[in-house]
C-alpha cells in the first residue's frame, strides 16, 4: 500500500492545496487542524509520515515534534516541518527538536512531493510490495486473490478491505471506527455493529479447517490480526 501522510495545518486551503497534490502523487492522506487532533491521529492511524505546521493554534509544531520524538512508539516517525520562517536559526530548531526535513513557505507541488519521496525512502516506509503476509496468510493486493496455507480464500470486497487493513498492521488493535472508515469511507454512515458482522464473514472464510483463529476481539475497542 502507499504511505499515509498525516497534514497538520491549520490553514484549510493550504491543507486542501498539500492533500490534492499528495493524493494526486499516489499518496493516503489525513488531515488535523490542530496540535490535540494530529497527536490523537498519530496514535489511532500511525502514518507513515507527517507533514507538520510550525505556526498551529494551541500547541505549536515544534511543541508536537518534541513530543512525538519523546515517546518510543513514534520517535522514528517521519516528520516534514513546513513554515513560513526561513532564517537559518528557524530552521536549525525545527531539525534540532527532531524533523527529519524543513521546507520553508511557498514552496511548488513538485519540491514537496519530492521531498516527501525522499524522506520515505530514507526511513524504508514506502510499501512498494503487492504482497501482504501474516503466519499463513498472504495477500496478494494487484491479483486481489487471498490464500491461506495455500488454499485460496473467496472474501467480498468490504471483507476484503477489512482483511487489507488488519495486515498492513498485524497485532494492532483496530477500533471499530477506524476499521470502518477504511471499509467503506470517511463519509459513508455504517454502525459500528456491521463491522461485527463483516468481521464474523471475515474470520468464517480464513479460519479454513486446520488452521488457528487469526483474529482477536478485544472487547469494548475493535479486532487485530493477532496468531
Known amino acids: 500500500m502507499t504511505a499515509l501522510i498525516l497534514i497538520v495545518e491549520d490553514e484549510p ?90 521546507v520553508v513557505k511557498p514552496y511548488s507541488p513538485r519540491e514537496m512531493i519530492s521531498r516527501v519521496h525522499a524522506v520515505l525512502r530514507r526511513a524504508d516506509v514506502q510499501h512498494t510490495s503487492d504482497t501482504l503476509t501474516f503466519d499463513d496468510l498472504t495477500m496478494d493486493l494487484s491479483g486481489h486473490r487471498v490464500t491461506r496455507a495455500g488454499t485460496l480464500i473467496h472474501l467480498g470486497p468490504t471483507e476484503f478491505r477489512l482483511l487489507q487493513a488488519l495486515l498492513e498492521k498485524p497485532t494492532r488493535v483496530f477500533a471499530r471506527e477506524t476499521l470502518l ?36 476481539t478485544v472487547r469494548g475497542v475493535g479486532y487485530a490480526l493477532d496468531g
Open 13 to 102: 486551503p493550504q491543507a486542501e492545496l498539500l492533500q490534492y497534490n499528495l493524493e494526486k502523487a499516489g499518496f493516503r492522506t489525513l488531515t488535523a487542524a490542530d496540535g490535540e487532533m494530529a497527536l490523537r491521529l498519530v496514535e489511532e492511524e500511525e502514518p507513515d509520515l507527517v507533514l507538520l505546521d510550525w505556526m498551529l493554534p494551541e500547541i505549536s509544531g515544534i511543541e508536537i515534534c518534541r513530543r512525538l520524538r519523546a515517546r518510543s512508539a513514534t520517535k522514528g516517525l517521519p516528520i516534514i516541518m513546513l513554515t513560513a520562517r526561513g532564517e537559518e536559526g528557524d530552521k536549525v530548531l525545527g531539525l534540532d527538536v527532531g524533523a527529519d526535513d524543513y
Open 181 to 216: 472508515d477504511r471499509a467503506w469511507g470517511k463519509d459513508i454512515y455504517v454502525e459500528d455493529r456491521t463491522v461485527d458482522v463483516h468481521i464474523g464473514r471475515l474470520r468464517k472464510a480464513i479460519n479454513i479447517e486446520g488452521t488457528s483463529d487469526l483474529i482477536r
